[in-house]
């Protein structure tokens, strides 16, 4: 039995770290809940896809969101893509450190590359992949 708390993906395409303590989504996106507080970011896998980020928009801390908005734009040398909530709730909290490092999400994506914090009532959690599952939809992804 597998016990590394990271499941560790090599494909013909490249190499992906997925935590086994977070939640993601089928957009790429990866979840830290504590308590009513979720922390968002992409993930290893969306971050090499995208390749080098050069800028982060982010939302004001303090605004109301819905489940699936649109709540951050990633622009990278190849590609702008959004970043989309799981939940809805309240932007609490944002990774200002981003506008002037948006590349410490290619360091560091599930570290010092998170992006927001929202304070969310509950999260559907039929609407969230396990490492398990996220790390089996890389492997479809790759293989088609």
Known sequence: ????????????????LIPKNLLYTKDDEWIKVE?????????DYAQKKLKYIVSVELPEVGRRVSSGDAVASLESVKAVAEVYTPTSGEVIEVNEELVDKP???????????WLIKIRAPGLDRSKVLSAEDYAGKILKEESS
Do not use: A, C
């Open 1 to 16: 039995m597998d016990e590394s708390p990271v499941f560790h993906i090599k494909t013909k395409l490249g190499e992906y």
């Open 35 to 43: 308590g009513e507080v979720l922390t968002l970011g992409i993930t």
């Open 103 to 113: 590349d410490l999400i290619n360091k560091d994506p599930y570290g010092k590359g």
